[in-house]
Each structure stands twice: as C-alpha cells, then as structure tokens.
Antibody, heavy 121, light 107 residues
C-alpha cells in the first residue's frame, strides 16, 4: 500500500536551513506528482510546493519562493524540501502528499504523517 | 491568488443529521476542487476530488457538487466518526489554496 514517511523536522534558529525528506513506498514513485503542505500550530492548511512526476516542473507558494527548493530522487524514492533562510512564520507541521492520478498535479490523495519544524531563537 | 471562502467556520450537529459545507472560489476554477477531512493530530484525508468524484474507500454518505464558483460538501447522515475539520482546496492555479476550514462538532 502507499506509504509516505516524512523526516528531518526539528528546532532551528531563524535564518538557518533544514532539509525535510519524504520516503515513498508502495507505488512507482516516478509516475506521480508530489506536494508539500504545511500547517502552523492551531491553523489551517497551506500548500507549499509541488514537483511534477518527472521533476521537470516545480511550483511554489509566494512566501517560500527563493528560500525553499522541492526536489525528488527517483533512485531513492524520496521527496525533499530544502528550506533556507527560515523564519519564525515557517513553524508548522510539514506534510508530503502524492497525487491521485499518474502524471497529474491536482489531487492530493495520499499523505504522510507530517514532521514538525519549529523556527525559534 | 484564488481565494476560497468556506462556510460555516464551525457547525454543531447531531448523529443522523444532514450537513452541508460550502466553498466559494473568487474566480472560475472549473472542477478543480477537492474536499478533505482532518482529525486532530492526523494528516488530512481526501474525500472528494474533481468537485464531485468520491475517493475510493470513502463512504457514500459523502458527496460533492458544484454550481459555478460555489462548491458544496454534503454528509447525508452524520456518523460519530465524521466529527472533524473539513477543508476545501482549489487546484486550478498555483498557489493552490485551501478554505479556512469548518470545524464540525457534536451537538
């Protein structure tokens, strides 16, 4: 069955960097678009970034453009989110999610359990 | 950015009730609308995609509909396990945007 397991969260100071990973299993990783979505404590959901199934397209929400980079390694079946110049407002649980349909980027059907990133001095 | 206005923000209902949650998009998004259920401390769960398609494994008491830029999630007969927070999300244009959520509580 589809499984997504995030890791790499933790406490980091403002201005520092962190890389999140999402290990995928139970499906052909290279067939599906992947997303990162975050949720600040007690708040709603915020879409962060997507990468197409073949890695040719990356899209970001404005607040992370130029600071975050989404990438994927098909040989490792792993999705990444490289976060730099972190801000207090980036504090959130970060979820990775897989699209429903091969080659699509539209429907977030499978989600990991999330990893907490806390940006604090 | 496309704004998704979800209402109500909270709702109290009883087991067996019929419940409707609405999302209005700030512009046309065709059918690029999903509904999610989230329980405390858990990841969101996809219920409805493409405005009205039921995700595999989701009970048939959940349904979605659209009318122009207005989208509706209906739960036909509330069960105890349905008390949760619900979100709509558009995937017509990036940045994909979510509604602010509807907290469905037991009356």
């Amino acid at each position: 069955q589809v499984q997504l397991v995030e890791s790499g969260g933790g406490v980091v100071q403002p201005g520092r960097s962190l890389r999140l990973s999402c290990a995928a299993s139970g499906f052909t990783f290279s067939d599906y678009g992947m997303h990162w979505v975050r949720q600040a404590p007690g708040k709603g959901l915020e879409w962060v970034a997507l990468i197409s199934h073949d890695g040719s397209h990356e899209l970001y929400t404005d607040s992370v453009k130029g600071r975050f980079t989404i990438s994927r390694d098909t040989s490792k079946n792993t999705l990444y989110l490289q976060m730099s110049s972190l801000r207090v407002e980036d504090t959130a649980v970060y979820f990775c999610a897989r699209d429903l349909i091969p080659s699509s980027n539209s429907w977030l059907a499978y989600w990991g359990q999330g990893t907490l990133v806390t940006v604090s001095s | 950015d496309i704004q998704m206005t979800q209402s109500p923000s909270s709702l109290s209902a009883s087991v067996g009730d019929r419940v409707t949650i609405t999302c209005r998009a700030s512009q046309s998004i065709n059918y690029f609308l999903s509904w999610y259920q989230q329980k405390p401390g858990k990841a969101p769960k996809l219920l409805i995609y493409a405005a009205s398609s039921l995700q595999s494994g989701v009970p048939s008491r959940f349904s979605g509909s659209e009318s122009g830029t207005d989208f509706t999630l209906t739960i036909s007969s509330l069960q105890l396990e349905d008390f949760a927070t619900y979100y709509c999300q558009q995937s017509y244009n990036t940045p994909y945007t979510f509604g602010q959520g509807t907290n469905l509580e037991i009356k």
